[in-house]
C-alpha cells in the first residue's frame, strides 16, 4: 500500500527572476499601485543563482528532513541544482525534495516559466492596499492549476510598483507525495536585474 505523506514543505521555489526595463512612465504618478506593476509584466527571466533552505515535518510518522541546495537557472542551461548539506528522512529528501526540484528541472526543459508572468492571463488580481513601510500588499488568485503559480499575495513598492516579495501556497502540488507547499520568495535588483534573493532560508510544518 502506497502511504502519502501528509507534509508541509514551504520552500523558496522556482522561478521566475525579472530584468528591469529602464524608465516607467511619468503616467505612473495617476495609477494605482496594482497598475504600476502591472505595467511592468513585460519583464522576461533572467539567470540566477540561489541557495535554497528546505525543510519538511511529518508529526504523523515522527519524521523530519532538511535540505541546503544551490539552484541556478539560465537560458542556455535551464535549471540545475547542487545539494550541499542535508539530514533527516531519506525518504522525504528523496520523495519531497528531489521529486520537487526534478519536477522544476522538467518544468525549465519544457520552457515552462515564460507561462509564469504574473499577468492577466495566468492571475486575477486585488489591490489589498497600502501596508507598513514603503510596500503595498496585492492578492493574487491563479487562474489554473500550476505548479509556477502562487496563491497568495505580492509585495510590491509602493511609488513604482517593483516586486520585493511572494508569499502564497502553489496552485499544484510538485509530487503526489507533497500535500501543500508554501511559498516565500524574496527579490533584489543586482545590476538593475531584479533577481531572486540569493540566500532565503524558509521553514514548514505539517498541513494536517
Known amino acids: 500500500m502506497i502511504h502519502r505523506i501528509p507534509t508541509l514543505v514551504l520552500l523558496t521555489a522556482v522561478v521566475a527572476a525579472w530584468s528591469g526595463t529602464g524608465d516607467v512612465s511619468a503616467r505612473q504618478s495617476f495609477a494605482t499601485v496594482l497598475e504600476r506593476f502591472l505595467m511592468r509584466s513585460d519583464e522576461g527571466p533572467v539567470p540566477y543563482r540561489a541557495l535554497r ?78 501596508i507598513e513601510g514603503e510596500l503595498a500588499s496585492l492578492a493574487i488568485t491563479p487562474k489554473r492549476k500550476d505548479m509556477l503559480l502562487v496563491d497568495g499575495w505580492l509585495f510590491v513598492k509602493k511609488e513604482d510598483g517593483d516586486l520585493v516579495r511572494i508569499e502564497g501556497r502553489l496552485s499544484k502540488n510538485p509530487s503526489f507525495w507533497t500535500r501543500r507547499v508554501e511559498i516565500v520568495r524574496r527579490y533584489g535588483r543586482v545590476g538593475g536585474a531584479r533577481c531572486v534573493s540569493p540566500a532565503d532560508r524558509s521553514r514548514a510544518a505539517r498541513s494536517r
Open 53 to 130: 533552505h528546505l525543510e519538511a515535518r511529518n508529526q504523523h510518522f515522527g519524521a523530519s528532513a532538511w535540505m541546503d541546495v544551490w539552484t541556478e537557472a539560465d537560458d542556455a542551461g535551464g535549471f540545475r541544482y547542487q545539494v550541499v548539506a542535508e539530514g533527516g528522512s531519506a525518504y522525504i529528501r528523496r520523495r519531497v525534495f528531489i521529486a520537487a526540484l526534478d519536477g522544476e528541472q522538467k518544468l525549465w526543459r519544457d520552457g515552462e516559466p515564460k507561462r509564469s508572468r504574473f499577468d492577466h492571463t495566468n492571475y486575477s488580481f486585488k489591490d489589498d492596499g497600502a
